[in-house]
């Protein structure tokens, strides 16, 4: 994998990051002055998990833990034919009109529809333990926890620092090896940071959210990214559907 691919999901980080900050951090309503901008970024907040459910159901490891039975692959594999397609002929539209055929898409091709009730809860945990505490951005985890204003302040800090640590690493130049490790640990730091600003009540509250801990082959998959990441070799598995085309870093 080279460098530029790195950069490209580095910088897809960073609108991820940005979008959702918009629409989480203001509990749910836009801010005075903020107008649809705040609405907008809770969209993509909604949009961001979508694409993880969507990404996670080709994964044959997350296919096994629910159970899917081979008609269920065949109707899920015939919905992200059917997105991919679509997709394809919709290049040349203007922004607007494309933003409207591609949530149009998202709700006939989603992939959820396919699931029975077990399944879908066992997914949704699956969804929250490969974002991990990136699901916070999510206005709906965010009023499970029942964050505060207080806290969405802080982790809207902690977001804008980890963008900017990924601007300094795209400028910075550094070797493939080298931008996966710092990539790695700033995640993590970034991370726990995130964690800190819990209560315990809230911190036990997240894990029972996520169910029974599941081990994704190849490393946690990211919000961005395609069907994987990069695993503890460091080598890319990637893919594309639900979730869009990228690729992104797994633990």
Do not use: H
């Not at 997914?123 to 333990?129: I, N």
Request: glycine share 14%.
């Amino acid at each position: 994998m080279r460098v530029k691919t790195i950069v490209v999901s580095v910088l897809a980080a960073s609108l991820v990051y940005s979008a959702c900050a918009q629409g989480v951090f203001g509990g749910g309503q836009p801010r005075q002055g903020q107008g649809g901008q705040a609405q907008r970024g809770q969209g993509f907040g909604r949009m961001m998990g979508a694409g993880m459910a969507g990404m996670l159901l080709q994964r044959p490891d997350v296919q096994r833990e629910l159970n899917l039975t081979e008609q269920q692959k065949t109707q899920i594999r015939q919905m992200q034919e059917s997105m991919r397609t679509a997709m394809q002929e919709m290049r040349n539209m203007p922004p607007q009109e494309r933003r409207q055929k591609m949530e149009e898409l998202r709700q006939k091709n989603d992939p959820t529809k396919v699931l029975n009730e077990t399944q879908k809860k066992r997914l949704r945990e699956l969804e929250l333990q490969a974002m991990g505490p990136t699901a916070f951005l999510q206005p709906e985890v965010a009023d499970e926890l029942k964050l505060t204003q207080e806290q969405r302040s802080r982790l809207q800090g902690i977001v804008m620092q980890q963008m900017q640590q990924l601007r300094e690493q795209f400028q910075g130049g550094a070797g493939q090896g080298q931008a996966v490790q710092n990539f790695q640990q700033m995640r993590e730091q970034a991370e726990k940071q995130m964690l800190e600003v819990l209560t315990p009540a809230q911190r036990e509250k997240w894990q029972q959210m996520q169910g029974k801990p599941f081990q994704f082959e190849g490393g946690r998959p990211m919000p961005w990214g395609g069907m994987g990441g990069f695993g503890q070799q460091g080598r890319p598995r990637g893919g594309s559907g639900f979730g869009g085309g990228g690729r992104g870093f797994g633990n």
